[in-house]
Every structure is written in structure tokens, then in C-alpha cells.
């Protein structure tokens, strides 16, 4: 099964992409927010040009755990993309990805402008993984 991953972030919007077997997950695009419906547009054309089967859509947490304004931001827009979407489409904990990504790059000694082009796709990545490797370990 193919899985595509987002990152919602208030500017752009990372995209991973999972293998037909749904087992690896890799960086895929950056979509760069406009309207929500040029966002949904390109969401719902890319899920249709990879033959996309689920989305997981990453849900930044609070540290407690608890729903905090970016959380129910990202919210906002899993209504929108559930409306035009065809595919069932679910939430993943992806607290510090982000962060995680960010501080990986940094040590890699990544330029700051390369950093900020590839992030946002690194960090969809990330939580797809994450969210692949639960699957796999429960069986499912």
C-alpha cells in the first residue's frame, strides 16, 4: 500500500512518499502554501499521480501531548483535505521531527538556504517512516 506523508507547516507543506509496498518512506516535494484550494488541489493531484492509498498527516503535539494552536491549525486543514480526498486519510504525533531534521542538517554542515529547501520534505519523511515502522511492528 502507498502511503504519502505531509508536514503541514503555516508556509509550506512537506510531502513524503512510500514505496508500493509501503515500507520505506522518502522525500518527495514542498508545496508552498497559497490558498487552501491551490493547497488541496496539489495535494489531491499528487495522491492521484502516485496512486496514493492513505495519507498521514502529521499532528505537532504540544510536549504534554495535548492540542495546542498549530495542532488545531492542522486540524482545520484535515477537514479540508478529508473533503477532497478520496483516500482515507490519518494523523501521526510528530512532535520535534522539525526540530529533529533541522538538527541533523545542522550537523551535517547543510547551508542554511539548502536547510530551509529540503526540511519541510525531510521532516514528512520522518514521520511516514515512523508511521510505517509502527505498522510493520504491530503486523498490520
Excluded at 53 to 79: C, D, N, R, S, Y
Aim: with cysteine; aromatic share 2%; proline share 3%.
Amino acid at each position: 500500500m502507498r502511503c504519502m506523508g505531509l508536514d503541514v507547516g503555516d508556509r509550506r507543506i512537506g510531502v513524503a512518499l512510500s514505496d508500493e509496498s509501503g515500507l520505506v518512506a522518502f522525500p518527495l516535494a514542498v508545496i508552498n502554501r497559497s490558498s487552501g484550494a491551490e493547497d488541496m488541489r496539489q495535494i489531491a493531484a499528487l495522491v492521484e499521480e502516485h496512486r496514493v492509498e492513505l495519507v498521514v498527516v502529521g499532528l505537532p503535539l504540544t510536549l504534554t501531548g495535548g492540542v495546542g494552536p498549530q495542532a488545531q491549525k492542522v486540524q482545520g486543514f484535515l477537514e479540508q483535505l478529508k473533503s477532497v480526498l478520496t483516500v482515507p486519510v490519518v494523523t501521526w504525533d510528530e512532535r520535534l521531527t522539525t526540530a529533529e531534521v533541522e538538527r541533523l542538517l545542522i550537523k551535517a554542515e547543510v547551508r542554511r538556504r539548502r536547510r530551509r529547501e529540503v526540511v519541510d520534505k525531510l521532516a514528512a519523511a520522518v514521520l511516514l517512516d515512523a508511521y510505517l515502522r509502527s505498522k510493520s511492528e504491530r503486523g498490520t
